[in-house]
RNA sequence: CGGAGUGUAGCGCAGUUUGGUUAGCGCACCUGGUUUGGGACCAGGGGGUCGGGGGUUCGAGUCCCUCCACUCCGACCA
């Protein structure tokens, strides 16, 4: 590509609202271009990296045996009630009316669309496994979409959904997967972590989730310093440390705390260590069809991981709740403690707790808590005791695998697949015979990856204070040769001399050929992100030219007859 | 969805408090010239329904009403 007829263009000012390095320099480097909120348009440069990306994927994917489809982007809202999703997915799901006032929805996954496509295609055992792809629009209408690509509403992801006769054909195929995964991730040279994760929304038995490690990361994942333990911090555990008091309480009695509601009061004003306390935190959990209080009991010391928490107790959501609302149930706002509690309060123990001995907690009764407690006097509690892991480990809890202290990182998720198990051949009747001769619903996998958000989390990954330092793999054009001088009719000729002997060796190649002084050239190699810089200038006439190395900044200079095999060693690197 | 803020040329902004000629500046763009290894300089030029609608007024970018869009913090989010 010549520069000086493509169309891409650079701006020296980023918009105020580009917070994120991937997406000032997406914008700046002229990749994309903001259309609405989370909506963007794709210029040359954006589409080139989109399509390399989309290349490495299919590859992979073809490679694993999947096959890819296309999937219809607007699809019958009456999909979406057979599974009960169309509620579940609430007000991100965009509906849109035709002309006759027949309903449908812009796609933001395909479960449905690929089941029905499956159901009454697929009717033998024989015909299994199969495992569709594709790489295709989405749209989600996000409450608050940020961050240019890494959230957006409108984003091209891979998706692939799986169909199997067993689990354990369901298995192998997920292992495949994973697989699969790690190659594409590896082949675009991101640094990327596999982490066990919740299912989310999409449901199903079992789900890992693909990270890239950037400090911009929306997700918050934990990784163990010795080990290859990894786990979003959703469902992250750790292993059970058990702390002896040093201070023994004869008798379990209450005390006296008068306006000490938070952990730290009381225990400053007991002298308590609040590793010995017990926290009780107060939610409403939301149900299909109803509301309830429900009080989650951990250590002083640790804070509430809500997902698990949702989990615990099969809740759609957890909110908030007020302090009327809890003294409607008969709850003592800041005394609330696991003994004694109202019988119609549920409640969830953090397992944490279950062997802990001499806690301060409180004693559901206004300006007093309980001193010397301990969870194993199982009789002080009602009998529907639930215990469960609901607590969020923290930086230096220990490794579940190997005891090592875990960190907690932030990371990007770019990837996620899922048993779904016949989450959604179940509801939609969606069944094939077996050796039997037997109807039995398919038991299925999918497989997402976030095309678009790749760009950004690569990006976010790879940058300095001047651009994008693309990995070579994916970058729009792997060598600019940039001419110092077009009007040098020497530079010009032996630029795109060279230009064409790269190209016709398969090399992505752009000559910056544009009427413009050397500054704005190099600034813009800078900030777009070639891997590889070839400038052609007023050294010529020693016979030499300059050869930068975005990434690592390294430059030198070479004989101009030696130029081509050395940029084709560097782009073989 | 709750809280806060912004909307003036492609981008970044001033002008709005206190209404008053023809709405300005930097970058970008066009023409000519000089420059040519880190975002040049000189001269000339084009580009605006001041987010939309309504109102007050002799007069509205500025005041009032209303709608919309976008952003930030949070909730939410395969």
Known sequence: MRWSNFFAYTLKEAPKDAVVASHKYLIRGGYIKQVAAGIYNFLPLGKIVLDN??????????????????????????????????????????????????????????????VDLVRGTIKSY???????????????????????????????????????????DLDREFNLMQETYE?????????????????????????????????????????????????????????????????????????????????????EFLGVDPYFSIKAVAKKAVFDDKEEVVVFFIRGTDTLEETKAKNAVGALELVDVSEEELEKVGLVPGFIGPFGLPSNVKYVIDDDLRM?????????????????????DANLLGNLTLYRDIAAVKEGDKCPKCGKPLKITKGIEVGHIFKLGT??????????????????????????????????????????????????????????????????EEQLNFATKLYEKLKKAGVRVILDDRKERFGPKIADFELVGFPIGVIVGKKLKDGKVEIRDRKSGEKF????DEVFEKVMEMVRK
């Open 53 to 114: 990306i989309k290349k490495i994927i299919k590859e992979e994917m073809d490679k694993a045996g999947a096959q890819e489809v296309m999937l219809s982007f607007v699809t019958p809202y009456e999909l979406w009630e057979e599974t009960g999703r169309a509620k579940k997915y609430g007000d991100e799901l965009l509906r849109i009316e035709d002309r006759k006032g027949q309903k449908f929805v812009l796609s933001p996954t395909n479960e449905e669309s690929v």
């Open 126 to 168: 024989k015909q299994l496994p199969v495992n569709l792809y594709q790489i295709n629009l989405k749209f989600r209408d996000e409450a608050r979409p940020r961050f240019g690509l890494l959230r957006g509403r409108e984003f091209i992801m891979k998706d692939a959904y799986s169909f199997h006769a067993t689990r354990e």
């Open 183 to 267: 190659n594409i991730f590896k082949k675009m040279g991101l640094d990327f972590r596999v982490v066990e994760a919740d299912s989310g929304a999409i449901g199903g038995s079992g789900s890992r989730e693909f990270m890239v490690l950037a400090d911009t990361g929306e997700d918050d994942i934990v990784v163990c310093t010795e080990c290859n333990y990894a786990a979003n911090i959703e469902v992250a555990t750790r292993k059970h440390e058990q702390r002896e008091n040093p201070v023994k309480t004869e008798v379990i009695e209450e005390v006296y705390t008068p306006n000490k509601k938070s952990i730290e009061e009381v225990c």
């Open 356 to 376: 802990a001995t001499e806690l301060v907690c409180g004693a559901n009764k206004k300006d007093y808590h309980i001193k010397g407690a301990g969870l194993l």
């Open 423 to 488: 989450a959604y051949s179940e509801p939609m009747n969606a069944t094939f015979l077996d050796e039997n001769g037997k109807a039995k619903p398919f038991i299925m996998g999918c497989y997402g990856i976030g095309v678009s958000r790749l760009i950004a989390a690569a990006i976010e990954q790879n940058h300095d204070e001047k651009g994008i330092i693309w990995p070579k793999e994916i970058a729009p054009f792997v060598v600019d040769i940039i001419v110092g001088d077009v009007k040098k």
């Open 557 to 560: 200079e070479v004989g101009g």
